[in-house]
Each structure stands twice: as structure tokens, then as C-alpha cells.
């Protein structure tokens, strides 16, 4: 009993940290806006920045779709503690008897909402000016980009609290974060890649590794997160 009461208040805190972060931001669309309107800019300019012999190069898209959510999602990301940090209310949280993990958890599942909408903008836009069509492909590549979602938010969100209190955050955010991604992007474009050669074999392999990736760094994430938004 006392497990599933942790456990249904974990998830009860982490519901209302999303939730209340999911709330203000449909109110303010001010980060989803801005997102969304950086990541259609980077797929416009692209799309005319690969063209050869009057033909968009279709083995451009999964590094254009995959470089528009990821630095798109940036930009989420340096507001994700904004607004605790502004008002300070950060300090409430881990104040109260709530699970700080839950806070992460809350917080992670706010980014990837985030992400998910930019990839939902994005994706359409390079398959239209890269004249793609990927036919039944389109619910794997849905779980790809989910997937590299979730490895974007719990990776960043880890980071953005660590830097919560660094005043040049901003630059440092990108410098500490993008390593760690490296290998979910290359899995990333490389599964994309392979679904658009219609490779499925191959494309299954990087799905995988893109899972595996979410699992280690979601356990890293629980082990690490305490301890840096105490320090």
C-alpha cells in the first residue's frame, strides 16, 4: 500500500507540473509560436539551399527535419525553467513534500508535448518542399520522431534545470547539451534515412538504438536530477 501510494502521488505531482506547464503556455503560445515558426524557417531555407538540376535532394531531409526540431526545441528548452527561475518559485517546489523526480517528470513530459508539436509542423513541411511521400512509412517514422522526442526532453531537461541558475545559460545550454545528443540525432537521421530508401530492416535497427538511448539516459536522468537541482 505504501508503494502504490508513492507511486500515485509521484504521478499525481508530475501530472500537475505538466499540466500547469502545458496550461500556460496554450495561454501564451509565446515558446510553441516561436518554436514552430524557427523550425518552419530552417525547412523553407533548406529546401531551397538543396536543390540541384532544379530538384530538391530527397537525402537532405532527414538532416533538415532532424536539425529544425532540434534547435527548435532549444529554444524550448532555455524557457522550460524561465519561468520558476522569474518568479522563483523553483525553490517552492523543492520545497514542498512533493517528489523532486516528479517535477522532472512533469517537467520532461511538458518538453516533449513541446517537441512533438514542432515535429508536427516540421516533418509535413520538408515531405511537401522535398516532394516525399512516404506512404505506410509514415506511422514508423511518427514513432521515430516520438522517440527522439523523449530522448530530447529528458537529455535537455536535465541540463536546463543544471544551468537554472548560470547566468549565461543561454549559450551554455547548446555547448553541454548537443554532445550528449549526437547519437540520438545520427540514430535519428539514420532511421529517417533508411525509411525514406525503404529500408525497413535498417530502420528498425536505429528505432532500437534510439530506444535504448531513451531508456539509459531516462535512468541517468532519475539518478543525476536530485543532486543538481540541489546543488
Partial sequence: MVTQGHATGFLRTASAVAAKDLRVELRSREVV???TFFAAVIVVVFSFAFVKDQKALVEAVPGVAWAAVIFAGTIGL???FDREREGDTMRALLLTPAPRLAVFA????AITALVVAVEVVALPLCLLFFNVDLGAAVLH???VLVLGAIGFAVVGTVFAAMLLRVRS???LLPVVLY???VPMIMAGTKATGALLAGAG???WFWTQFLAAYD??????ALWTFEALVIE
Avoid at 512533469?106 to 513530459?109: F, N, Q
Avoid at 531508456?215 to 541517468?220: G, H, L, P
Fill in 33 to 35: 509560436y516561436t518554436m
Fill in 78 to 80: 532555455g524557457r522550460a
Fill in 106 to 109: 512533469g517537467k520532461t513530459v
Fill in 141 to 143: 517514422l511518427a514513432l
Fill in 169 to 171: 545559460r543561454d549559450v
Fill in 179 to 181: 554532445p550528449i545528443l
Fill in 201 to 203: 530492416g535498417e530502420a
Fill in 215 to 220: 531508456a539509459v539516459f531516462v535512468i541517468v
